[in-house]
């Protein structure tokens, strides 16, 4: 009976979550449209892909990774993050500790919500890239790097939005963490277009294994980065999601009975 009534409330919060997300269009717009946008500028107009080291100077399969990282990385921290926040500064959280809900389970609800629209957004991509004819695989690998890195994103993005000082706040910290994460993990820029002494820094951003991974899966042959197999990229990936899951939903200001 005890399981039943947990997983009624992770379905009532989620369906609140869900409906909350529809009703911000700036949420739709980037967890769907403006990925759309990259790909058909730089993978259907442009058809950048000529060699080199800059940006977009690979073929357009090399840039999986880079199209579903947008998805991955900005919606569940924008997202959770601002939810946090928002659920704190309306004195929701304190309201939701007197009923039977757990702070873990708040962020589970929220976590579905994000990876099931996250999920539905990158099939839309990699239906969409493949059509402009890029070059990449449909590796199975994907049903688990997706759901996985956007569990880890929407830790952060816990994490985040309790630290933050307000909504705008926690906003405001997650897009500044993910405009230098988008680029400096190994998703638009190769590692040969970094500095040598810079590239070993790369490698301490989570967006990273999960770009090297889905890079080994999806365009073998190009896989630059430790640890070196799509596998072993997952695992640390897995291993980052869990403390980062656990962490974010410790930190959640949830006010005890």
Not at 11 to 20: F, L
Not at 67 to 84: C, K
Not at 211 to 226: D, E, K, L, Q, S
Request: charged share 10%; with cysteine.
């Amino acid at each position: 009976m005890g399981r039943v009534s947990r997983l009624s409330r992770v379905a009532t919060e989620a369906r609140a979550a869900y409906k909350s997300f529809v009703r911000r269009r700036v949420a739709v717009f980037f967890t769907f449209f403006f990925p759309i946008l990259l790909i058909v500028i730089f993978a259907g107009l442009v058809r950048t892909g000529g060699g080199g080291t800059g940006l977009f100077s690979q073929p357009p399969g090399y840039y999986v990774p880079a199209y579903l990282a947008v998805v991955v990385l900005f919606t569940p921290l924008s997202r959770v993050g601002s939810e946090v926040a928002r659920f704190r500064e309306g004195n929701r959280f304190e309201k939701l500790a007197a009923s039977p809900m757990t702070r873990g389970e708040w962020l589970v609800a929220q976590t579905l919500v994000n990876a099931a629209l996250i999920a539905l957004a990158c099939i839309v991509l990699l239906v969409l890239l493949s059509a402009t004819g890029a070059d990449f695989r449909f590796s199975p690998w994907l049903v688990l790097f997706v759901p996985t890195g956007s569990v880890l994103f929407c830790g952060i993005g816990a994490i985040l939005g309790a630290l933050a000082d307000s909504q705008d706040g926690a906003i405001t910290a997650s897009n500044g963490i993910a405009l230098p994460l988008l680029f400096l993990s190994n998703t638009f820029l190769s590692p040969a277009s970094l500095p040598a002494w810079f590239r070993p820094v790369t490698d301490l951003s989570p967006l990273s294994y999960f770009a090297y991974g889905v890079r080994a899966a999806t365009y073998p042959g190009n896989h630059a980065g430790w640890p070196g197999s799509a596998a072993a990229d997952y695992a640390v990936l897995l291993v980052l999601t869990v403390v980062a899951f656990v962490l974010g939903a410790y930190l959640i200001p949830w006010t005890e009975r």
